[in-house]
């Protein structure tokens, strides 16, 4: 049976589908296609999770975050930036759509045209969740240690409620920044200094 998780402000609400046992990678990416206004994940036990829309401001902030990202890879060269639209399929199966990703130049151009033309199967090498109204923080720490134990390099889960900002790598515990003013991608993303005054 497929289970759709529609997130609700508060708490998740499911729905059945008694029909179907459990949507195929290519059931799942023809359900995004016949549901483009939604924003929809799929966790690696298969669950679909419907998302609200961000709400404007949150929107805002994404943009911001993206804009910096974007001019960062643009002189760094060594590879390109996606925003929040873009969905991956991870190694262990889930299709996740962080709000701001990176991914290696060589990494990315070792895929096919068709695979980047779909939920791309690879873990970004550095992504961004930026917690919303609707988000709680214990589902966005689990994302973000799913996003590295798929193979990120790097992850800020930026949490604008509390204002901190999350840091993890593989193998560590994630470091705790409290009201940061900027957030520095180095050692892995050399000269990337996120400005916090505009995400705040």
């Given at each position: 049976m ?5 997130q ?19 059931q799942?990416?023809e359900?995004?296609?016949a549901?483009r ?5 799929r966790t690696?036990a ?10 404007s401001d949150?929107?805002?902030?994404n943009?911001?975050?993206a ?5 960062w ?6 590879g390109?930036g ?5 969905g991956f399929?991870?190694p ?11 991914i290696?130049?060589?990494?990315w151009?070792?895929?096919?045209e068709?695979?980047?033309a ?22 966005l ?8 134990d ?7 889960l930026?949490?604008?409620k509390n ?13 705790i ?6 957030v ?10 996120l400005q916090?005054?505009?995400i705040?």
């Amino acid at each position: 049976m497929t289970t759709l998780r529609i997130q609700a402000p508060m708490t998740p609400m499911r729905v059945n589908l008694p029909g179907l046992v459990q949507m195929t990678r290519e059931q799942f990416y023809e359900f995004c296609q016949a549901n483009r206004e939604l924003r929809i994940e799929r966790t690696a036990a298969g669950e679909v999770i419907i998302m609200p829309p961000a709400f404007s401001d949150t929107g805002n902030r994404n943009f911001n975050l993206a804009v910096q990202l974007g001019l960062w890879a643009e002189q760094d060269g060594t590879g390109i930036g996606f925003d929040s639209s873009s969905g991956f399929t991870l190694p262990n199966g889930a299709t996740r759509s962080p709000d701001a990703a990176w991914i290696k130049s060589d990494r990315w151009n070792g895929l096919t045209e068709a695979q980047k033309a779909s939920f791309a199967p690879i873990c970004p090498d550095f992504v961004v969740e930026l917690r919303s109204a609707s988000d709680t923080l214990s589902s966005l720490q689990a994302k973000m240690q799913e996003y590295i134990d798929n193979g990120a390099l790097l992850g800020w889960l930026i949490d604008r409620k509390n204002r901190t900002v999350y840091l993890y790598r593989p193998n560590q515990a994630p470091v705790i920044f409290d009201n940061p003013d900027v957030v520095s991608g180095d050692p892995e993303l050399p000269g990337l200094v996120l400005q916090m005054a505009k995400i705040w």
